[in-house]
């Protein structure tokens, strides 16, 4: 399957993307990351496999964790 990619990501250095999955808008891997699901929108993932460490409120810019 493909992986699609919304606009605006972050790939970070060796992250690797499974097949069949999709990684939202404004969405930030870290490097060297192995994403195994979908991604939301504007989230931070880390690790292997990749899990949600934070999120931003796009009215303000303020992190959610």
């Known amino acids: 399957g ?7 990501n972050f790939l970070g250095f060796g ?5 069949g999955r999709t990684i ?7 490097a060297g ?6 991604l939301d929108e504007l989230c931070e993932y880390r690790g292997s496999p990749a899990k949600k ?3 931003i409120d796009p009215k ?3 992190k959610i964790t």
């Open 60 to 62: 303000d810019g303020v």
């Open 53 to 55: 460490t934070r999120c």
């Open 24 to 30: 939202r808008c404004d969405s930030v891997v870290a």
């Open 15 to 19: 992250a690797i993307v499974l097949q």
């Open 33 to 38: 990351s192995l994403v195994t699901r979908d």
């Open 2 to 8: 493909k992986v699609a990619v919304g606009d605006r």
